[in-house]
């Protein structure tokens, strides 16, 4: 049963067949940045995800090796890909339930924000996993 999602503006949707991986909270610099606080990404291959839209994504090159992709009409931030790789991390925000999903990890907490605490029973992690 695939998941579908899309952006705030409806120009930009997708549907995934298959996750390969749970929501991952990454407390990151650029992620809270990007997000206005923290991001909780999903991860599918990319021969799993179809995408209606494309040209209205714009990706943006925050670091050498990954690209941050985000409707560049209303802003949803919704994908991260890394180079050279077979999956792109999904930002659950965008997915419309029922997903099945959970958020099992946080990593960056080195970097978190001052102004909340991680409270869940999801293992932690101060850099990348
Ligand atoms: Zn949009
Ligand atoms: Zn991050």
Known sequence: MSVSGS?????????????????VACHCVQCRKQSGHHFAAT?????D??????????????????ERG??????????WKQREVSHISILAGCLD?????????HIFTDDKGD???ITDDADT?????
């Open 7 to 23: 952006c705030l503006c409806g120009r930009v949707k997708i549907e995934v067949a298959r996750f390969d991986r749970d929501v």
């Open 43 to 47: 991860r599918a291959q990319q021969d």
């Open 49 to 66: 995800v179809s995408i209606t839209g494309e040209q209205d994504i714009k990706w943006f090159k925050a670091s050498k090796h990954a």
């Open 70 to 79: 985000f409707c560049q009409h209303c802003g949803s931030v919704m994908f």
């Open 97 to 105: 339930g029922p997903t099945g999903l959970k958020l099992t990890r």
């Open 115 to 117: 102004y909340y605490d």
């Open 125 to 129: 992690y101060p850099q990348a996993d």
